[in-house]
C-alpha cells in the first residue's frame, strides 16, 4: 500500500515542500529511504522503528521503500522523523490516510516515541501557510515559535500516541496566547548603560548619530579607553524592532539554532561580537550546506567587531558586499542560497600593533604600522560612516558624574527615527543609512555653504565617490537630530569631522 506524508526541509532561510512516500510490499522485510538525505536522514531508519514499537503501535514486517520527493533536493537534519512515522501508520492503515494528508508534519523523534525540538520550525510554518496547507503538526515545544504565522493551525504533541490521536480525528491541543508585538524590549535596567561612561563626550555624539541613522562607526584608540565599553551600549539606545523585523531575526535564528527550545519571538535586537579568529564561512555564512553567519544573525541588529586589526584580511574584505547590499549570496555546487545581513557595523581598533601610536611610549617600527594598516584596507574603511578617535579620559572625569544615560540619548534618537520615517515613507526605505544616489537627491537638500564645503573636501581628494554619498547621509542624520528639514553648512562639516581622522589616513590610502 501507498502512503503520502508532508513536511518540509530547510533551504537557506526557506522552506521547500518535500513529500514522504511510503511504499508497503510483499517479500523479506526490508527499511530504505531515498531520495538524498544525509545520515541523519539515513539514521531515521532506527530511530522510527523504535519509536513505533515503544508507542504501542505495529511495525509492518514487509519490504519498505520511502521516498523524499523531490529527489534533487538535498535533506538534512532528523526533522523528517516524524513524517516518515505518519506514512508508515498511514500505509499500514493504523490511521487514516485521507487525515495524514490534511497536515504537514515536523520533527525528531527519540526512541521512546517523544518529540524533540527542531531547528527552522519558523520556516517551515511559513512554508505550510504558503503550500494552503490546513494545520502543522509538531513538537510541543516548537509550538509557539510556529504560532507566529498566522493563518495557520498548530498542533503540538509532546508522543508520537499523541499525534496519532490529532491524526484519527481527535481534540487538537490549546495553545497559550501567543504575543505577536515585538515592541517589548526588555527591562532596560538589565542592559549596559551609557551612564557607566565618564568622559568621551566626542564619541557619545558620535554613537548617537550612529544609532540616530544606523551608520556604520569605527572606533580607534589606545588599550583601554573605553572602545569596546562604548560599542556594547549601542543596543541600549537603539528603537525596538518592529514585528516584522522581529519575524525576520527571529526565523534566522531558529534556522541557525539559536533560538532556546520553546522560545518565540525574538525581542530585543541582535548584538553579535564574533572573536576575531572568525573564518570567512563563519563571518558572512556558507558551508558545504550553506547557513547563516555572524552577519546574517546580526540582521536588525549590531555587528561588533572587536580588535578589528586582528581579523584576518579575506574575513573582512567578504564583508564588501553584505555592508553595501544589505545581502549576501552564497553559491555551492551551482546553487545559490541569498541570505539577509542589514546589520549596523560598529568596529574597534588600536592604532597601531601596540596600541600607543602617538605616544613616547610606542615601540612600533614603521614597517609594524604599515602592516597594521595594511590589515584594514581602503574599500572596507571606505564603507564605514563614522571614523572616531577615542583619547584616555582625564584623571577628573573618572571621578566626575555621567555625562548622560542611556534613556535620554534614546529618546533623541527616537525622534530623529521618526522624522527619517516620515519623510521616507512610501520609499521603502527605514533609515538615512540606507538612501541611495536616487533619495539622496531628492531628499537630502543642502545649502550652498554646506554643498561648497563638501565639493571643497572632494577637490582636496578626502572623499572618494562613495565617501560623498555618505557623508551626505550623515549630514542629514545630524540635522534630524537638530529638527531641521533641510541640511545646513555645520551638519556637512560635522559629518566630514567624523569621517577624516589623521590616525586612520594611512589606512584609508591603503
Known amino acids: ?66 521516498n523524499l520527493a523531490p529527489a534533487h533536493l538535498r535533506k538534512v537534519g532528523p526533522g523528517f522523523d516524524l513524517a516518515t512515522a505518519c506514512g508508515l501508520l498511514a500505509a499500514s492503515e493504523q490511521v487514516p490516510a485521507r487525515n495524514v494528508d490534511r497536515w504537514a508534519v515536523f520533527g525528531e523523534l527519540s526512541l521512546s516515541g517523544e518529540l524533540r525540538h527542531c531547528r527552522g520550525v519558523l520556516a517551515v510554518a511559513h512554508g505550510a501557510r504558503r503550500a494552503g496547507i490546513e494545520g502543522l503538526i509538531l513538537p510541543r515545544v516548537c509550538a509557539r515559535e510556529a504560532a507566529l504565522v498566522e493563518g495557520l493551525v498548530v498542533a503540538g504533541a509532546s508522543t508520537l500516541v ?9 481534540r487538537v491541543p490549546d495553545l497559550p496566547p501567543v504575543d505577536l508585538t515585538a515592541a517589548d524590549q526588555g527591562d532596560p535596567d538589565e542592559q549596559p548603560d551609557l551612564s557607566d561612561l565618564r568622559g568621551h ?18 572606533l580607534s584608540g589606545p588599550p583601554g579607553t573605553g572602545k569596546t565599553m562604548l560599542a556594547r551600549r549601542l543596543p541600549s539606545i537603539l528603537p525596538p524592532l518592529t514585528r516584522a523585523e ?27 561580537a564574533p ?21 546574517s544573525l546580526a540582521h536588525h541588529g549590531v555587528l561588533f567587531l572587536d ?35 542589514r546589520f549596523q557595523l560598529v568596529a574597534s581598533t588600536n592604532p597601531c600593533p601596540c596600541g600607543m601610536a602617538g605616544s613616547p611610549r610606542c615601540r612600533c617600527s614603521e614597517g609594524d604600522m604599515s602592516r597594521h594598516r595594511r590589515k584594514l584596507s581602503g574599500p572596507l574603511l571606505d564603507r564605514v560612516d563614522l571614523l572616531v578617535h577615542m583619547q584616555r579620559p582625564r584623571a577628573d572625569e573618572l571621578g566626575a558624574s555621567a555625562l548622560t544615560t542611556s534613556q535620554d540619548v534614546r529618546a533623541a534618537v527616537f525622534e530623529a527615527r521618526e522624522r527619517q520615517a516620515a519623510r521616507l ?39 572618494s565617490a562613495r565617501g560623498h554619498q555618505r557623508v551626505l547621509r550623515v549630514a542629514r542624520t545630524i540635522a534630524d537630530l537638530a529638527g531641521s528639514d533641510g541640511v545646513a553648512a ?21
Open 425 to 463: 515613507r512610501g520609499t521603502g526605505l527605514l533609515t538615512n543609512a540606507a538612501l541611495t544616489p536616487r533619495h539622496i537627491r531628492d531628499l537630502v537638500h543642502v545649502d550652498a555653504c554646506g554643498m561648497s564645503c563638501l565639493q571643497r573636501s572632494y577637490e582636496r581628494g578626502d572623499l
Open 162 to 170: 499523541e499525534v496519532a490521536s490529532i491524526l484519527r480525528g481527535g
Open 1 to 66: 500500500m501507498l502512503a503520502r506524508a508532508t513536511t518540509f526541509a530547510i533551504d537557506g532561510l526557506a522552506s521547500r515542500r518535500v513529500t514522504v512516500e511510503v511504499d508497503l510490499r510483499s517479500g523479506l522485510p526490508a527499511f530504505t529511504i531515498v531520495g538524498r538525505g544525509d545520515a541523519a536522514v539515513r539514521e531515521s531508519r532506527e530511530r522510527v522503528h523504535a519509536a513505533l514499537l515503544n508507542s504501542g503501535f505495529a511495525f509492518p514486517q514487509r519490504r519498505i521503500t520511502v
Open 307 to 341: 580588535e578589528l586589526s586582528e581579523f584576518s584580511r579575506s574575513a573582512l574584505e567578504a564583508l564588501r558586499q553584505p555592508l553595501e547590499d544589505g545581502v549576501v549570496a552564497i553559491v555551492r555546487g551551482q546553487r545559490t542560497v541569498t541570505f539577509p545581513t
Open 275 to 295: 572573536h576575531h579568529t572568525i573564518s570567512s564561512s563563519g563571518l558572512v555564512g556558507g558551508g558545504t550546506l550553506p547557513s547563516p553567519g555572524e552577519a
Open 201 to 218: 563626550a566626542s564619541p557619545i555624539r558620535a554613537l548617537t548619530i550612529a544609532a540616530a541613522g544606523a551608520h556604520n562607526l569605527l
Open 490 to 510: 555645520s551638519h556637512i562639516n560635522e559629518a566630514l569631522g567624523l569621517r577624516q581622522h589623521d590616525i586612520l589616513e594611512g589606512a584609508l590610502a591603503a
Open 246 to 272: 522581529a519575524i525576520d531575526v527571529t526565523g534566522i535564528h531558529s534556522v541557525a539554532g539559536q533560538l532556546p527550545e520553546g522560545g518565540s519571538l525574538v525581542r530585543r535586537r541582535p548584538l553579535r
